[in-house]
C-alpha cells in the first residue's frame, strides 16, 4: 500500500487518529500518570502545527486534528514519539453494518490493490455482530463491488475496523511508532555527549525508557579547535525532537587536561580524563536532581571500556552509571544512529578531548592503586573541577523550534 496515498486521500475530509501506546497499558494504577504524560508530549510534538484535542478510549487515544492540510506533517510527527505503539488515520464509520460496508467500499476504491482482508477488533461485547461477521459482511461487499479476492495470510489491503464504547472507526495502514514508555515518565539522567556516534545512541535509549536526558559535553578548547562543540550542537537539538527540550552543559576541560599531562604518566591520561568527566557529571546531576549517569560505553570497543578502566573511572561516583549500549557491537549501534539521523553528524571530522596527546599504548587493566597514585600527583584537581563546572556554558534546546 502507498503510505503518501493513504495521507493525501485523508487530508481531504475530516478525519481522526487512534493511536495505541505501548507498555503504558501495563501500568495498573499508576496507567493514568503515563497517559497523561504522553498526552503531553503528543501536544508539544504538535504545537506549532495544530492545537489537537485528545480524549482516552478504551486504551487508545482519539485524536481530533483541526489543520487536516497538514496530516503528512502530522503523521511525521507522530512516528517519533516515544510510547506509541502504533497509530492509524481513521474514519468514524456507521454502527449499522449495512452503512458501514457502503462506507468502507467509496474510501477503499481509492487505493490499488489486488487482494485485502477485513480486521475487525470489537472491544465492545454488546455491538450485536461478532468480528468475524463483521468482516464477512463488509468483506463480500468490496468482493462484489470490486471483483477483489480476498487474502487473509498476505494481503495487498488490510482494512481495520474498531468498534468500542458505541463507536465504530475503519482504517487503511496501522503505522508503527517508537513504543517505549513516554520521556519525563521515569526522573531525569545526566548523559555525556560526545560528537561521536555511540553516545547519542544511548541518549536515545534512555529516553525510550520514559527519561528525561540533560547532556554534559566537554571540549578541549583552545588547545582543539571547536568542532565537537558545534557538531554537539547539531546532535542535540536532532535529539530534543523525541524529548521537545534539553539543557545542554559544555564544559571546557583544557585546564584539567593540562594538569593531567603535566602530573601523569602517559598512560593513565584516558582514565584521568574520564574520572574527572565523571565527577563534573555528577555535579551537574546533584544540580539538576537527577538519578543517574549515562554513557555511550560498550565492553572492549576502545581503551577506556575495558572492564578493569571502567571499574577505575566509575568509582570516583556514587550516581548509578547507566550504560545501555554496554553489550552492543559497532554495527548495531551505526545502524541506530542512522534510522535516528546522528550518524551523519557523528562521523564529521571533529577533535575529540578524550584523544588529545592520547599516548600510543594507553593502560587497558588499570589497577586502583596505580590509578590513585597516579591521582594524587595532580595539584588541586578538585579546584579545577569545581572551576570547569563554574566556566560552562549552558544551552536550551527546544523542538519544535519557537520563532
Known sequence: MNNQKTISSASENTIKILVHYSEVGLKGKNRGFFENKLKQNIKLALRDITHVNIRNEYGRFILNIEATDKLPQIVE????????????VAYPGS???ENLKDQVLERIKEFQFDSFKIQTRRSDKQYPLTSVEVNRIVGARIVEALNKKVDLKNPGMTCTIEIFNKQIYFSFEKIPGLRGLPVGTSGKVVSLLS??????????????????VIFVHFHSFPFTEKSSYYNTQILAKKLTAYQYKSVVYFVPLARIQEAIILSVHPKFR???????????AELVARKENAKALVTGESVGQVASQTLENIIAISEVVSLPVLRPLIGSDKEEIIEQAQNLGTFQTSIEPY???????????????????????????????????????????IEIFRFPEQG
Open 270 to 280: 584516558i582514565i584521568m580524563y574520564r574520572r574527572m568527566m565523571y565527577r563534573i
Open 195 to 212: 560528537s561521536g556516534i555511540d553516545s547519542p545512541v544511548a541518549a536515545y535509549r534512555m529516553m525510550t525508557r520514559g527519561c528525561r
Open 95 to 97: 454502527t449499522d453494518v
Open 351 to 393: 577533535d575529540d578531548c578524550c584523544s588529545y596527546l592520547l599516548p600510543k599504548s594507553p593502560e587497558t587493566k588499570a589497577k586502583l592503586e596505580q590509578v590513585h597514585a597516579a591521582e594524587a600527583r595532580i595539584d588541586n584537581w578538585e579546584e579545577l573541577v569545581q572551576n570547569a563546572l563554574r566556566e560552562s556554558e
Open 77 to 88: 510527527r507522530l512516528k517519533k514519539i516515544i510510547g506509541i505503539a502504533h497509530f492509524n
